[in-house]
């Protein structure tokens, strides 16, 4: 009877904890629980479950007090028993990453997470992305004790976006120095916020003009901060014209690593929130994807399943969009629509899947789908 008590009680502490969630962050990653509802309550049916007959729950209520204690106790339990994280190695970094990169942004912007993040790295998860407090509010400053923390042992990635140029601009060799001087003083703040003075990759942020992408002056900016000690590798990410930007850093020969907006029917468009209009699929994608690899570039997959999200949340609504692009193996396999999208970017071309993780069912989900993509290939 009382575990039952308990496994109630603690059930109320876990809805109240989501219920701020969804408040917090305009993420298409947050919605993930609430549009597979079925698949929700089966996991808090199994969570409830472990707490009624493992006692484990019940055991740290008792001890502590706490309702919080509880489902802490029982969280880590379950991530205890997630499948064994795979690695690939990122490019001309030479890091050994797990598949799953933790996205830092949209779910530190407000808060800390510093359990999930510490439950996560626990079952093997080492690299961790954040970007600039002008677009994730604090969530460099909320991810700082954990990465000062864990320093030695993760792959820390930030990243700033350029000022003065968009997607048309071609500046002149003036111009070119104040944008890079400007992206580079960006970095010193960026440090700042992380409470580190090193940082393994600086990327341009939001990067969508390959005549940036590939530019001297932005390369020597770059190799400015790496010689005082700053960072060690350059990247970019892209959601928009991201082809054309990774053809110039692959032209470059400067980069080690790009994070591209790509779901299983092909490139993301963040304009419209849905697959960029006449793209190729990913399969047809794959020279353009192993040519960067071969250049030394290590791919990280990121948008992957936002197009399955509500529209509330910035997706499309769909939870079947990808399903004509797998093959009957990964369809019939126990896994959500988003999983499915995570593994099969995996399977076919990119090295790593950047997820925004906004809670523990989030973490256990996508920890799944990185671990275990290479069973449905």
């Not at 629980?33 to 007959?53: E, I, N």
């Not at 998860?125 to 407090?133: A, I, K, L």
């Not at 980069?255 to 929130?273: N, V």
Request: overall charge neutral; glycine content about 8%.
């Amino acid at each position: 009877m009382l575990c039952r008590s308990v496994a109630g009680l603690v059930l109320q502490s876990q809805l109240a904890r989501a219920e701020p969630c969804k408040k917090q962050i305009t993420s298409g990653r947050i919605a993930q629980f609430t549009s597979l509802g079925k698949r929700t309550m089966t996991q808090r049916r199994t969570f409830l479950k472990q707490l009624a007959f493992a006692g484990i729950g019940g055991t740290a209520l008792l001890k502590t007090g706490r309702l919080s204690a509880a489902v802490d106790a029982a969280e880590a339990a379950e991530a205890a028993k997630f499948p064994e994280m795979t690695y690939r190695v990122l490019g001309r970094t030479g890091y050994n990453a797990s598949r799953l990169v933790y996205g830092c942004g949209a779910a530190l912007s407000r808060n800390r997470a510093d359990r999930v993040l510490n439950l996560a790295f626990e079952q093997g998860v080492n690299v961790y992305d954040v970007g600039t407090s002008s677009y994730y509010n604090d969530a460099q400053r909320n991810l700082a004790d954990f990465a000062g923390t864990h320093r030695d042992d993760i792959f820390l990635i930030t990243k700033d976006f350029v000022s003065g140029a968009d997607a048309d601009s071609d500046p002149n060799l003036e111009e070119s120095k104040k944008i890079a001087a400007d992206w580079e003083s960006k970095l010193d703040t960026c440090l700042t916020d992380l409470n580190q003075e090193h940082v393994d990759a600086y990327y341009i942020m939001g990067a969508n003009n390959p005549r940036i992408v590939n530019n001297e002056e932005i390369f020597n900016s770059f190799e400015r901060a790496k010689a005082a000690g700053k960072v060690s590798h350059l990247g970019f990410s892209s959601h928009e014209n991201a082809s054309e930007c990774l053809a110039a850093a692959v032209d470059s020969g400067k980069y080690s690593l790009a994070m591209l907006a790509m779901t299983p029917a092909g490139w993301y468009d963040w304009a419209s929130k849905n697959t960029l209009k006449n793209t190729k699929s990913l399969k047809e994608l794959q020279p353009e994807l192993q040519g960067a690899r071969e250049s030394g570039i290590g791919l990280i997959a990121m948008k992957a399943g936002r197009m399955l999200a509500p529209r509330m949340w910035g997706g499309r609504g769909n939870q079947d969009a990808f399903d004509a692009q797998y093959g009957d193996k990964l369809l019939k396999a126990n896994l959500s629509s988003f999983q499915r999208s995570y593994a099969y970017v995996l399977e076919n071309g990119f090295d790593v899947v950047n997820a925004d993780i906004q809670n523990f069912h989030i973490l256990a989900e996508n920890f799944t789908a990185a671990a275990t993509s290479s069973h449905y290939a």
